[in-house]
């Protein structure tokens, strides 16, 4: 799954690519109003939290270089972390990672669904449909997704059948053999200190 040749394309893209910010834009799927909560990793920034209104898109700028999660309460619902998406942006080689865990709450299918980057509709992580084979379920599967782009979109909530944010629904096996997975490191911030 590991392809160097892959890794270093996307290194040669990021080092070509010039860009003045980092943006996570919401979209929402449903008519339910959302609290995204953020989470840096250690050393990061916290970043407030935000409102997703239903059907609406809500764009949050990252600051520089941030690493952490974050999930969605739904309005009326308990507050407690459910479906993670995590990011590094302008991380290792400038390229920024992300995926969607289930490890914390594999039952929360009313949040954070996909992720991808906004420009184009793959490599995606996360499902429409939990489970599916695109998001961590254990800590030590291989299901992190890299980009050298900065704008990265994520998607909430049930979507009316062929109405979803991201188009593609039939990407899976372009997904799979054109873009490397990486290790949960990555957007853990682990990677660093054990290449120390
Ligand atoms: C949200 O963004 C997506 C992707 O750019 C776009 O297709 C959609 O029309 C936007 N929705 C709203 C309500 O602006």
Not at 126 to 152: K, M, S, W
């Amino acid at each position: 799954m590991f392809s160097f040749v892959k890794v270093a394309a996307l290194l040669a893209a990021a080092a070509t690519l010039v860009s003045a910010e980092n943006t996570l834009t919401f979209i929402s799927q449903d008519s339910d109003a959302r609290t995204l909560y953020f989470t840096g990793n250690p050393g990061h920034d916290e970043i407030e939290a935000v409102k997703v209104p239903g059907g609406k898109n809500v764009t949050v700028n990252i600051p520089y270089g941030w690493e952490g999660n974050f999930f969605s309460v739904t309005d009326g619902a308990e507050y407690k972390p459910g479906m993670l998406g995590e990011v590094a942006y302008n991380s290792w080689g400038g390229i920024t990672f992300f995926d969607v865990s289930a490890i914390v709450d594999p039952n929360d299918h009313n949040g954070v669904k996909q992720m991808w980057p906004a420009s184009a509709e793959e490599p995606v992580s996360g499902c429409e449909i939990f489970p599916c084979n695109f998001a961590y379920y254990l800590p030590d599967d291989v299901q992190t997704r890299a980009t050298h782009e900065t704008d990265l979109f994520c998607s909430l909530g049930n979507a009316a059948s062929g109405v979803t944010a991201r188009s593609l629904l039939d990407l899976v096996e372009r997904n799979q053999e054109d873009h490397p997975f990486f290790a949960r490191d990555f957007v853990t911030g682990k990677w660093s200190t054990k290449r120390q």
